[in-house]
C-alpha cells in the first residue's frame, strides 16, 4: 500500500508572510518520510462547508503550489485533488500538468473532475454549465490530454472544444505520460469515465461503499474492455482517527481498506505544518503496511 498526504488547509500560523515556509517544510517532510504522493485542492476559495465565512480563508492556485513544492522535494508525485475541469481550457491545462512533469523530473500526476463549487465559479466569473454539460467537457479534455501526450499534432473537433494544433514540446518525462486520476465516485458517468480513461480512481465512503464502488468500476471496465487491475484505487481519509500518532490505530485501518481493494490512500492530517504526524507515519506507520 501507498500512503500520500494533501495540503487541504492553507490556514497556518504566521499567515500569508509564512505560508511559503509552511508549505517547504512540509513539501521536504513528506518526501523525507517516505511518502508516495503529495495533493493539494484546486480550488481559488477555501470550501466553505456550509459555512460562508470560510470562502475568505486562505487558499493558493493549485499548480503554482505544486511547482513550489516540486523545487523543494526530490522524489515525492506531486498532483491537484483535483482539478475542475471548468477552470482551465484542456489544451492549456496538459500544457501545464508537462511543465509541472519535466521540471519536477517526471513526478506530476493530472487529477481532474467534472468540479462542483459552484460559489467560486460565480464568484470570479468562470462559467458554470449544468452538470451533463459538465460532464462531457470532462471527457473531451481527457481526450484532449491523451492526445498531446502522444507523438504529432493533430487536431481535435469536439463539441466544446476544437484544437487546430495539439503542439505539445517538451513531451512528459514519465512514459508513457503522466499518470490519470479521476475524482469522484458517480456510478453512470465517473466510475465509466475512470474505467475508460483513467490510471486511478478516487472513492470515499465506508467498506460497504467502498466495497460497492469498487464493483460498479470492475462491471465498467468489463463494458469497456479494460482490465479492472490497470487502475489504481485510491482514497481520501480526511481523519486517521482520533490520535494522529496512534499508529497502531492508523495500521490497523489502512489493513482494512488493503483488504477491500484500495492501493493508494491519501490522507489528511490536521496541523500538518507542525510536521510531527508526517515523521510519525514515515517512522511507524509505512515499513508496516508497505507490504499491504
Not at 179 to 187: A, F, K, N, R
Not at 249 to 255: P, R
Given at each position: 500500500?501507498?500512503?500520500?498526504?494533501?495540503?487541504?488547509?492553507?490556514?497556518?500560523?504566521?499567515?500569508?508572510?509564512?505560508?511559503?515556509?509552511?508549505?517547504?517544510?512540509?513539501?521536504?517532510?513528506?518526501?523525507?518520510?517516505?511518502?508516495?504522493?503529495?495533493?493539494?485542492?484546486?480550488?481559488?476559495?477555501?470550501?466553505?462547508?456550509?459555512?460562508?465565512?470560510?470562502?475568505n480563508m486562505e487558499m493558493l492556485e493549485g499548480y503554482t503550489t505544486l511547482a513550489f513544492m516540486a523545487a523543494h522535494t526530490r522524489r515525492i508525485r506531486l498532483g491537484t485533488m483535483v482539478t475542475g475541469v471548468t477552470y482551465r481550457y484542456p489544451g492549456l491545462l496538459a500544457k501545464t500538468i508537462t511543465t509541472l512533469d519535466v521540471l519536477s523530473g517526471g513526478r506530476a500526476w493530472l487529477g481532474i473532475g467534472a468540479a462542483w463549487y459552484e460559489r467560486e465559479h460565480l464568484g470570479l466569473g468562470v462559467p458554470f454549465p449544468p452538470v451533463k454539460e459538465r460532464f462531457e467537457r470532462l471527457e473531451e479534455a481527457l481526450q484532449i490530454c491523451l492526445e498531446m501526450w502522444s507523438p504529432g499534432a493533430k487536431p481535435y473537433n469536439g463539441k466544446h472544444y476544437q484544437l487546430r494544433e495539439t503542439i505539445n514540446s517538451p513531451q512528459p518525462v514519465t512514459q508513457p505520460r503522466p499518470?490519470?486520476?479521476?475524482?469522484?465516485?458517480?456510478?453512470?458517468k465517473t466510475l465509466r469515465l475512470v474505467a475508460k480513461y483513467g490510471d486511478a480512481c478516487n472513492i470515499q465512503g465506508d467498506a460497504a461503499t467502498l466495497r460497492h464502488k469498487l464493483d460498479v468500476l470492475r462491471e465498467h471496465c468489463q463494458a469497456v474492455g479494460r482490465r479492472y487491475e490497470d487502475i489504481e484505487k485510491t482514497s481520501m481519509l480526511i481523519n486517521w482517527g482520533s490520535d494522529p500518532f496512534d499508529s497502531s490505530?492508523?495500521?490497523?485501518?489502512?489493513?482494512a481498506l488493503a483488504e477491500l481493494g484500495i492501493q493508494h490512500v491519501i490522507c489528511g492530517l490536521p496541523d500538518i505544518w507542525n510536521l510531527k504526524a508526517l515523521e510519525s507515519i514515515g517512522r511507524n506507520v509505512l515499513p508496516q503496511v508497505a507490504k499491504l
Open positions: 500500500m501507498k500512503i500520500g498526504t494533501s495540503v487541504a488547509n492553507m490556514t497556518m500560523p504566521g499567515g500569508a508572510p509564512q505560508l511559503g515556509q509552511h508549505l517547504a517544510e512540509i513539501a521536504r517532510a513528506a518526501d523525507d518520510a517516505g511518502l508516495a504522493s503529495l495533493w493539494v485542492m484546486d480550488h481559488f476559495f477555501q470550501i466553505d462547508r456550509a459555512d460562508p465565512a470560510r470562502a499518470p490519470i486520476l479521476i475524482g469522484g465516485s458517480g456510478e453512470k490505530a492508523m495500521v490497523d485501518q489502512l489493513g
